[in-house]
């Protein structure tokens, strides 16, 4: 039968499947759906950081035309908070009592018969509190602390004994800002109840856990809530958890018995639908005068809110980057009045990184070692904590492979000795081994009388190319034309599958619509083969291949018969199969789980006078298993890099402290990197089809990301000879 374990490692660059309905404004995002007598929602947000609501004051805002009804805390139905996925739990549900435990909380919805009576409206609600002091400093000693809940701190050997007694020690504090996600398109719920059931158009990563998570809260069965996101306007991992204002725009729903719709703002998605937490990280690395690493010992606090669990094990990928036999890490987490953080693309990998990867620069220097040679020095051949083989791990080539792109070995290794007229001019670069995860994914393949297939998993696609990828791999796998396969997925009523998120999707899904088609494939076959009156007859599975829509011998494509001859005669309409897949273990394998390597070489030009930062080149080289097409698999990469430019150089969400207020919560105020500050990139793909897969693939969607802020900051070291340990790098800090 077709199969793709036989493809190249780099599949074809088609154009998007879905790219005409998205450029035409034919694709409908959750914003754009419209339900017949809907009405509109919007959000009163808290003013304090911390304390209770004492009186609010609604009569206004009630009175004012067009209003329907105002929920507070007061009238509010008493919901109960979701079961814990496994992501997390999603935050607790809104309105259940007089507490503030962060500025922008939401302390009222106003429901009117249009958008702006409902923005009108809302701004005539006032309150009354009984302030607190906040919590807003994350080494604020009152502050809670949380010991590394899931159980990912690490310790082997004695990194203690080994730092002491290195010949070359690193020791330094690194931080991070709180980045946030801000895609596009705001978020926006549309909620409609037909007695028990609930259907909502959400903006969301992962239909499922929004199903789940609205059945707990309003105690219904899962089968009685549909979610829908056909598209997604990005996300960034702000769409993984069911946030406050979907509960909602439920519940106003239900208690009006109408459809309600919910569209946030700009200002409202910096507090309502998370943002990457800030980090401060101690780290020490040591290394013997040859520049074996001996011992490292990176430890992380960042902060969660008052009631929220979300968990950012910031150190936790130092344990399994490098070979060295001491490795200590340990995250903590500090309670802090701030709304809830969640995951943003390459979550706690892309700070963790950012601290290993500069210590190991500084380390070089001190060694007066290459940095790239340190790091093929310590490549873990291995899996540094499970000493297994890699099921795939192609690192050593990505440092080679960029190295010789680049040009890395023109580089002058002394700080300040390049320039370029007045530019100082910095060459840098950083390692990433991003970790493995993957969940259960099940798919649904049917070939229709006409010849056409349909296949059916309820993921997203965030503008990642699922669409394009999974109709390419249905294609080939059923031996049919691009054009004769059509893939949907945004729904909660079809297969169940992941999120998409944490670089586990395509894997996932990729496997189970494989799985699904080649179980289709075989239900054609065993048809064919006990007909008497098929070529076919006869014909054991493993035999045979599908090439343009029929089945026959392998090899011997003039032979056989096509799917449309086998239903008709058998008078089918179609056929139907379904897929499964699975994560393996790695006891299952006897090997180590690989998630996707890459090395990433940066070139700066720094202002001698003003110390303007502007990249010049950036060259990317990913190992991310087979790769289904380089087209979508390179804009991942170029959109992740572009992201980990404004974390080295331009985002940080500010916090007006003491009133805990988001003092830049617009996209005026929050710098992002535009046109000019994104150079040209070199993309290359390498490695092999990785073998914990049955397709060979590794997701690639955070790993464009990590390591850019490290290789940044270790170009305008090289550059400057200053060394900046604090994200982003501004002006001030290179004057």
């Known amino acids: 039968m077709s199969t793709v374990q ?16 998205k450029v035409t404004g034919a694709a409908p995002y959750p914003m754009d759906f419209d339900a017949p007598g809907q009405a509109y929602a919007a959000l009163v947000q808290s003013t304090i950081a911390a304390g209770r609501i004492v009186r609010i004051d609604t ?29 997390g739990a999603s935050p607790p549900p809104p309105l259940q009592d007089d507490r503030v435990l962060h500025y922008g909380q939401h302390i009222a919805v106003v429901v009117a018969e249009t958008q702006e009576q409902a923005t009108a409206a809302a701004r005539l609600v006032s309150a009354e509190y009984e302030r607190a002091d906040p919590l807003l ?6 502050a809670p602390q949380i010991d590394d809940p899931w159980g990912m701190d690490h310790s082997r050997g004695e990194a203690a004994a080994a730092l002491a007694t290195a010949d070359v020690t690193v020791e330094a504090t690194y931080t991070t800002a709180d980045n946030t996600n801000n895609p596009l398109g705001p978020f926006a719920t549309l909620a409609s109840w037909d007695g028990d059931r609930l259907t909502v158009h959400d903006t969301t990563q992962w239909p499922f856990v929004v199903r789940s998570t609205l059945a707990a809260v309003f105690k219904v069965p899962e089968s009685s809530v549909r979610v829908l996101a056909p598209y997604v306007g990005g996300g960034f991992g702000a769409g993984l958890r069911v946030w406050p204002h979907v509960v909602l725009t439920a519940a106003a729903a239900r208690v009006l018995q109408r459809p309600v719709k919910l569209v946030l703002t700009r200002p409202q998605m910096f507090t309502s639908v998370g943002h990457r937490p800030k980090s401060v990280q101690r780290i020490t690395v040591g290394a013997t005068r040859a520049g074996d690493l001996v011992g490292m010992d990176h430890r992380s606090v960042s902060p969660v809110a008052m009631e929220d669990d979300d968990y950012e094990p910031v150190a936790s990928g130092t344990a399994f980057a490098y070979t060295c036999p001491n490795v200590f890490t340990q995250d903590r987490q500090a309670r802090l009045n701030i709304p809830n953080p969640t995951s943003m693309r390459a979550p706690a990998e892309a700070q963790g990184n950012f601290a290993l990867e500069s210590a190991l620069d500084e380390l070089s220097y001190r060694l007066g070692m290459d940095p790239l040679d340190l790091r093929l020095r310590n490549y873990a051949e291995l899996h540094p904590v499970h000493a297994l083989p890699w099921s795939s791990n192609a690192l050593r080539e990505c440092y080679e492979v960029g190295a010789q792109r680049f040009g890395w070995s023109r580089r002058n290794p002394a700080p300040r000795s390049m320039r370029d007229g007045d530019r100082l001019v910095g060459y840098g670069m950083a390692g990433v081994s991003y970790p493995w995860f993957a969940m259960d994914c099940h798919a649904e393949a049917t070939l229709h009388r006409d010849g056409s297939a349909l296949v059916r998993s309820a993921a997203t696609d965030i503008g990642t190319g699922t669409y394009t990828v999974m109709t390419q791999l249905a294609a080939e796998c ?20 992941p999120q998409a998120g944490g670089s586990g999707l395509t894997a996932a899904l990729g496997n189970a619509v494989f799985d699904a088609c080649a179980r289709l494939v075989r239900r054609f076959v065993e048809l064919a083969a006990g007909d008497r009156g098929s070529p076919l007859y006869g014909a054991a599975p493993e035999s045979v291949e599908v090439t343009h829509g029929r089945i026959h011998p392998i090899g011997q494509p003039h032979l056989g018969e096509a ?60 190992d991310g298993g087979r790769i289904l097409n380089e087209k979508t698999a390179r804009s991942q990469i170029v959109g992740g890099t572009v992201g980990g430019i404004g974390m080295a150089l331009f985002e940080d969400t500010v916090t007006d402290v003491p009133s805990g207020r988001i003092a830049n919560g617009t996209l005026s105020d929050y710098l992002v990197p535009v046109n000019a500050d994104v150079p040209d990139m070199d993309v290359v793909f390498v490695g092999d089809p990785d073998r914990a897969s049955p397709i060979g693939t590794k997701g690639i969607g955070e790993v464009g990301l990590v390591g850019v802020a490290a290789a940044v900051a270790n170009a305008v070291h090289h550059a400057t000879g200053k060394r900046i340990r604090s994200l982003p790098i501004t002006l001030d800090a290179l004057l």
């Open 6 to 21: 036989s493809r190249p490692i780099i599949g074809a660059g088609v154009n998007r499947v879905d790219g005409a309905c």
């Open 137 to 142: 400093d994350l080494m604020d000693p009152r």
């Open 478 to 497: 059923l031996g049919l034309r691009l054009g004769q396969v059509r893939f949907d997925l945004g729904d909660s009523d079809m297969p169940v599958a």
């Open 59 to 87: 009569d206004a805002a009630e009175a004012s035309p067009g209003v329907i009804t105002v929920l507070t805390h007061t009238n509010a139905p008493r919901l109960r908070r979701a079961p814990v996925s496994k992501l």
């Open 563 to 622: 799917y449309t001859d086998v239903l008709g005669r058998h008078e089918l309409v179609e056929l139907t199969a379904n897929g499964y897949s699975r994560p393996r273990s790695r006891d299952e394998l006897g090997m180590a789980l690989s998630g996707a390597f890459a090395a990433k070489f940066v070139e700066v030009h720094v202002d001698a006078d003003l110390g303007l930062v502007r990249i010049a080149r950036i060259v990317s080289v990913i």
